[in-house]
């Protein structure tokens, strides 16, 4: 699902602080109220993740737990939403506070 064009003219951080539900998210994360929550609450904790092992160069084997793309998916844009935050507080910070001298 796209972002509305009016969207795309509200700071990604405001359009986080505002959100007030689960649709309101899933509207900033591209996703459908409905699918996002299937991810969230529906999928079982366990088949959210598979699960397989790799060899220790010193030995033994490491469990590795990898996403499911579903989960892949949400956790990368979860990843890019609040790493545009991120940018948007550090540029207004570099604005707002006087340079001390």
Known sequence: MAQSFVDEF??????????????????I?????????????????ESKYSEFE????????RKIQAPTSRLKKLQRRLANLLSDCEEELTCS???THPVKR
Not at 16 to 23: D, E, H, M, V
Not at 29 to 45: F, H, M, N
Request: aromatic content about 8%; overall charge positive.
């Open 10 to 27: 509200i700071p990604r951080i405001e359009q986080l602080k505002n959100c007030r539900s689960l649709g309101d998210l899933a509207h």
């Open 29 to 45: 994360l591209g996703y459908k109220p409905q699918a996002l929550s299937y991810i969230l609450y529906k999928i079982p904790d």
């Open 54 to 61: 790799i060899p220790k160069k010193s030995g033994g084997v």
């Open 93 to 95: 910070n570099r604005f």
